[in-house]
């Protein structure tokens, strides 16, 4: 430090040195230029483990599982002219060239007979606007009828609807959300609407932390200017460490622009990190040098100063570029990158401040205004003098300053809690609880399933998890392949069930044509995901729900099986345990009392009956032959009663 000393106060070392540093300055403020911005929050997960990765490609083979909710409060959903307009909305989000599937009210697909060539038909749940008051009746009756559209895409009250728009995958979430937003609003500026889902959340994120940082910065540089004009009274002075710590700032940003590092939301606070940090490097010299000043040439005072203070600054600043360097060891990649350029902007500050500084001070041979110092420094030695004379008391006064904080450290809650993270009316805020109240909720989980899922035994294995799962009380809805083949076998037998054979289930995948199959099963069919909606929302709960869902898959999940038949008592009592699952979800749907063990369900339909009156059941099969419940129709009554009466023996 005492060779630079003597360097530093040569005009021509001076006027070198500026002219360095104008020259990098310069060109990091045109880097900045070709500067990125990053507003994804998955970004903040660690890429390297193995769940993640599994999410990213299931991101990939499915689509995205990343989806944007747009809700909507309306009077009647089955007004004509709101129906029109939702539906030019749906075509237009689809249409958008950003959104891989777009699923509303209007174009959900419904399984219905086809009276003239049989079989089933694909036909959209909203096939014609009514044109009176029976037809929007009759709308609302079959739209409230069908259980895969109520709680999904209009609430149980009929007040609300939902939009789920699916992201292509790699598409930027806040360019996808301002374009939903947009055609939105332009579509229905006079309703309520609310903005849920990961797109409209990281997106609100990213704009209200710059639009804060954008307020916090000037008051910040504001606060440090206040502080230095009235410890230096030197209006040129503050200047020259503000612009100091400026263009290491810039030095720091310029370099993530020149190797393409994308600017993310924890980086925005860097600015305000180094201006409160770094500025200190700049303030200490300037006060020493000021010191000496009073007594010394000003040459002579500055060598004094960088001596003095030059080793101080040089391991103040290498320390805490160290602190920062320290969270590259962290998981996550914006915390790292946080880390590592905003500790390079320290260095750059220090390195300004040993070099920058001084040749301004050279060239501008800066003096301070003395009045008030002598003031100061009186004031200042006095509560010195104190302290060092009534030690036990200092230490009182110190300890009762710093015990209450203390022990409310411990009260501090850790846990990440979804709804904390924004305030009481914020949009997100608005659109869990609307997501809450109105859909049970907004969490989505995917659980995948490999296996050959054109395959009944699996289908049905898919959907005993899928039933065990809806009776958790943190699960609000599950949705799996298994449910769109039995709406679909229900339209062409009667019968919501998974059919018997492989060709049937085949024969009845070829004639769904609904784009959201995309969101459960690959195009091989050969690994799908089971998409579980959780009616909880803060941290601790969605916690003990997953935890609950763990070990419900680790005890329930198939591995692998063998098909049994009829006679096989594996079969039997597999069988069984279908049956109660499937009879327990129905009940949970229903609102119905019901055991909470399928096992008990499941011994319940073990018992031996007894004999049973041949004649009863004749009768009870022939009722149910004769039912609009009997899928196959018989020619006659004879036929009929033949049947019941062999079956009855």
């Known amino acids: ?91 237009n989000l689809a249409d958008a060239g950003m959104l891989n599937h777009v699923a509303s009210l209007t174009n959900q697909i419904d399984f219905v007979p086809d009276p003239v060539r049989g079989g089933i038909v694909n036909s959209t749940l909203v096939d014609a606007l009514p044109e009176s008051a029976a037809e929007e009746a009759a709308l609302r009756a079959k739209v409230m009828s069908r259980d895969f559209v109520v709680g999904n895409f209009i609430a149980a009250d009929a007040r609300a609807v939902l939009i789920y728009c699916y992201p292509a995958f790699g598409t930027d979430p806040r360019q996808v959300a301002q374009r939903i937003q947009a055609l939105v609003r332009e579509q229905l500026p006079e309703h309520t609407i609310y903005w849920g889902g990961g797109p409209f959340v990281s997106t609100y994120i990213y704009d209200v932390t710059r639009e804060d940082l954008r307020r916090l910065t000037p008051w910040a540089v504001l606060a ?203 949009p997100p805020q608005r659109a869990e609880s609307f997501l809450r109240d109105r859909f049970n909720g907004s969490q989505f989980l995917q659980i995948l399933v490999t296996g050959n899922l054109t395959d009944p035994h699996v289908l049905r294995e898919v959907r005993r998890v899928a039933d065990r799962l809806r009776l958790l009380p943190e699960v609000a809805n599950v949705i799996h392949l298994g449910d769109a083949v039995a709406r679909s076998n229900e339209a062409m037998t009667g019968q919501a069930r998974i059919p018997d054979t492989a060709a049937q289930v085949a024969a009845l995948l070829a004639l769904i044509d609904d784009p959201s199959l995309e969101q459960l099963v690959n195009r091989e069919q050969s690994r799908g995901l089971i998409l579980v909606r959780l009616r909880v929302d803060r941290a601790a709960e969605v916690e003990r729900a997953l935890t609950r869902i763990e070990e419900l898959l680790a005890r329930e999940a198939l591995r692998d099986f063998r098909v049994a038949y009829a006679g096989d008592p594996a079969a039997a009592q597999a069988l069984r345990e279908l049956v109660a699952a499937r009879l327990l979800a129905l009940a949970a749907e229903l609102g119905a009392d019901a055991p909470s063990d399928p096992a008990v369900v499941a011994r319940t339909l073990a018992l031996d009956p007894g004999p049973l009156d041949a004649t009863a059941v004749a009768d009870a099969v022939t009722r149910f032959l004769r039912s609009e419940e009997n899928p196959i129709p018989l020619p006659d009554r004879a036929t009929e009663e033949a049947t019941a009466a062999a079956l009855a023996a």
Not at 69 to 82: A, H, R, W
Not at 343 to 365: D, H, K, Q
Request: glycine letters at 8%; a neutral charge; charged letters at 15%.
């Open 1 to 91: 430090m005492h060779w630079w000393s003597e360097q530093i106060v040569n005009r021509g070392v001076a006027w070198t040195v500026i002219g360095a540093v104008a020259l990098l300055g310069g060109l990091a403020l045109w880097s900045t230029r070709e500067l990125q911005h990053t507003d994804d929050i998955l970004a903040f997960l660690p890429q390297d483990n193995a769940e993640v990765e599994l999410f990213n490609g299931l991101n990939r083979e499915f689509g995205t599982t990343e989806v944007a909710l747009v809700g909507i409060e309306v009077d009647n959903p089955f007004d004509p002219v709101f129906l029109r307009t939702l539906q030019r909305l749906t075509r």
């Open 224 to 426: 440090i200017v206040l502080l230095m004009m009235l410890a230096f009274r030197d209006l040129v002075g503050c200047g020259l460490v503000l612009v100091s710590t400026a263009i290491g700032t810039a030095m720091a940003i310029g370099l993530m622009a020149a190797v393409d590092v994308p600017f993310n939301i924890v980086l925005s606070a860097m600015p305000v990190v180094l201006f409160a940090t770094a500025t200190a490097y700049g303030v200490h010299l300037l006060a020493r040098y000021y010191e000496h000043t009073a007594s010394l040439p000003p040459d002579r005072a500055l060598r004094l100063a960088l001596n003095e203070t030059g080793p101080v600054i040089l391991v103040s600043g290498l320390t805490t570029a160290a602190s920062l360097g320290s969270f590259l060891a962290m998981d996550i990649a914006p915390i790292r990158t946080f880390g590592l350029f905003t500790a390079i902007g320290i260095l750059a500050s220090m390195a300004l401040a040993l070099t920058f500084v001084p040749a301004v001070i050279v060239l501008a041979r800066l003096r301070p205004r003395r009045a008030g110092a002598e003031r100061r420094a009186r004031l200042f030695g006095r509560v010195t003098a104190w302290a060092t004379t009534h030690r036990a008391t200092a230490l009182g006064l110190l300890a009762l300053a710093v015990l209450p904080p203390a022990l409310a450290i411990s009260r501090v809650d850790t846990s990440v809690d979804y709804a904390s993270f924004f305030g009481r009316g914020s």
